[in-house]
C-alpha cells in the first residue's frame, strides 16, 4: 500500500508557476487594457463588455495556472496550497495592472478620464436620469479631476481588486482541489 503525502511549500520553486503566471496574466491584461483604452474610451457600454471579457480571460488563466500547480505536485493538492498559489498569482498581476492603469491614464493617454467621464454623462442622459442625479455625477467627477493621482485611493483600489479576485480564488480552489487522505492500493 501506498501512502498519499501532502506537498508542502517550502522552497522557492514551488511559487515558480504562480509567479511565472502572475507575470504572463500581467502581460496579457496590460495588452488588452490597453485596446479597450484606445478602441473603446468614451463608448459606455462596448468598454464595459470589454473589460468583463478582459476579467473572464483573466479567471480562466487563473484556473489554468491552478490545474498546472496541481498537476506540478502530482496531481494532488489541498485547499491551502492551491489557494496560496492563486493568491500569488493575484497579488502579481494585480499590482502591475493597478501600476499599468495608472500609468496609462495619468501619462499616455490623460484624456482617457474625462472622455470616459463624458462618456458616462452621455449615457446617464440616454437612459433619463434626473437632473439632481446628472448634477452629483457631475460634482463627483469634478472632485475626482481635482483630486488627482492619490496613493491611499490607488492602494485602496488596489485592495478591491485584490479583494474580488480572492473571492474567485476561494471558488477556484475549491474546485481545484484533489486531497488523497487515505490509503490506495499499488497496482
Given at each position: 500500500?501506498?501512502?498519499?503525502?501532502?506537498?508542502?511549500?517550502?522552497?522557492?520553486?514551488?511559487?515558480?508557476?504562480?509567479?511565472?503566471?502572475?507575470?504572463?496574466?500581467?502581460?496579457?491584461?496590460?495588452?488588452?487594457?490597453?485596446?479597450?483604452?484606445?478602441?473603446?474610451?468614451?463608448?459606455?457600454?462596448?468598454?464595459?463588455?470589454?473589460?468583463?471579457?478582459?476579467?473572464?480571460?483573466?479567471?480562466?488563466?487563473?484556473?489554468?495556472?491552478?490545474?498546472?500547480?496541481?498537476?506540478?505536485?502530482?496531481?494532488?493538492?489541498?485547499?491551502?496550497?492551491?489557494?496560496?498559489?492563486?493568491?500569488?498569482?493575484?497579488?502579481?498581476?494585480?499590482?502591475?495592472?493597478?501600476?499599468?492603469y495608472n500609468v496609462y491614464i495619468?501619462?499616455?493617454?490623460?484624456?482617457?478620464?474625462?472622455?470616459?467621464?463624458?462618456?458616462?454623462?452621455?449615457?446617464?442622459?440616454?437612459?433619463?436620469?434626473?437632473?439632481?442625479?446628472l448634477d452629483e455625477i457631475g460634482?463627483?467627477?469634478?472632485?475626482?479631476?481635482?483630486?488627482?493621482?492619490?496613493?491611499?485611493?490607488?492602494?485602496?483600489?488596489?485592495?478591491?481588486?485584490?479583494?474580488?479576485?480572492?473571492?474567485?480564488?476561494?471558488?477556484?480552489?475549491?474546485?481545484?482541489?484533489?486531497?488523497?487522505t487515505h490509503e490506495v492500493k499499488?497496482?
Amino acid at each position: 500500500m501506498t501512502t498519499f503525502q501532502e506537498h508542502e511549500y517550502t522552497t522557492p520553486e514551488d511559487a515558480a508557476i504562480p509567479i511565472k503566471w502572475g507575470f504572463m496574466i500581467a502581460g496579457v491584461t496590460c495588452v488588452l487594457t490597453t485596446i479597450n483604452c484606445e478602441i473603446f474610451a468614451g463608448k459606455m457600454i462596448p468598454f464595459f463588455l470589454a473589460t468583463f471579457i478582459i476579467i473572464v480571460i483573466q479567471a480562466v488563466m487563473i484556473r489554468a495556472m491552478a490545474v498546472r500547480q496541481r498537476e506540478a505536485v502530482g496531481g494532488y493538492i489541498n485547499f491551502r496550497n492551491i489557494f496560496r498559489a492563486i493568491l500569488i498569482t493575484t497579488v502579481i498581476f494585480c499590482v502591475i495592472n493597478s501600476v499599468y492603469y495608472n500609468v496609462y491614464i495619468y501619462f499616455i493617454d490623460p484624456t482617457f478620464k474625462m472622455r470616459n467621464n463624458d462618456a458616462y454623462l452621455n449615457y446617464a442622459v440616454q437612459v433619463n436620469f434626473t437632473q439632481q442625479k446628472l448634477d452629483e455625477i457631475g460634482k463627483k467627477f469634478n472632485e475626482d479631476r481635482k483630486l488627482g493621482f492619490g496613493i491611499g485611493r490607488e492602494l485602496l483600489s488596489l485592495l478591491e481588486e485584490i479583494g474580488f479576485y480572492s473571492i474567485f480564488g476561494l471558488i477556484c480552489a475549491v474546485v481545484i482541489k484533489r486531497e488523497h487522505t487515505h490509503e490506495v492500493k499499488k497496482r
